[in-house]
């Protein structure tokens, strides 16, 4: 069900990676941490493979373009940068704006990427040409005593590639990309305590989830209702979710260091919850796309990757 496999963890100690990506084949995982840098690790030796660093900035988020070739930056400096993965060399410099870019996402077909923004906006950028597509897609203020929008932390697309999901850690909103336009009403957070701490869509594009404190839940792409009732990360909070491979199978982590795995279809937990030995407080989670290998990263701590066995969960 679940193994730590033998070896040192991902990461050092006091450089502990905060976001990550795995490669489409499965086979690098890429780490972006408190040191600023980027780091290539090669997910069967866990060995480092390469380390991109950007000059009088630090890397924020990472993100591989569909056929693995290509790594994305999200920098402090307000850019969004496109590496060669092979050689590590910078191909290109998108100039987002004067404040943080957070987050960074290829479209399916690899031709665009969107960045998550400090300023409250998530932007689509033609990849090879360089050139912002269409207007700013700005969520607004989280609540009406807000003078500025939200902070804009993740952005991530659809598997059909038509819709591009926001999370500003209080809602989500769906966007529709072709025109930029929101769509529907903003998902998520029922109660401001709730929050939103990351989301992910299913593989035919048509379920999103999100997850916050505690609630998990499931919300109809189409009509943005939610679906069923709301699944629970107990006292704590959930930071990490994904779905398997073939979408019947969620995956969350949480920051008491469990790993939980839910039944789509019934929103019931499958098999009792996963408490790995030692201190873990799980912050982030990236599912290899192969959903074989997990990897979850921690408030002080390395990256660590566990085996899952979903094949006999669906």
Known sequence: MLENPGGAPIGRFGAYPKKLAFSPDSKVLATSGND???RLWNVA???QTGVIKVRGAKVLGVAFSP?????ATA???GTARVWKVATRH?????????????GVAFSPDGKLLATAGQGGSARLWHVTAGHQVGAAMTPGPDSPSQKRPSRVTAVTFSPDGKTLATDTEFKAQLWNVA??????RPLGAVAAADGVFALAFSPDSKILATVGNPAIRLWNVTTHHVIGTAMSAGQTAAYGVAFSPSGKVLVTTDTSGVIRL?????????GKQIKPKGRHEFLLEALSPNGKILATTQFDGPAQLWHLNLTTRT
């Open 36 to 38: 600023g840098a980027a």
């Open 67 to 71: 056929d693995g070739k290509i790594l």
């Open 45 to 47: 030796t866990r060995h």
């Open 262 to 270: 839910w039944n789509v279809a019934t929103h019931q937990r499958i």
């Open 179 to 184: 025109t930029q336009q929101q769509t529907g």
């Open 90 to 102: 910078q191909i290109r410099v998108i100039r987002v704006s004067s404040e943080r870019v957070l």
């Open 75 to 77: 920098d402090s400096d």
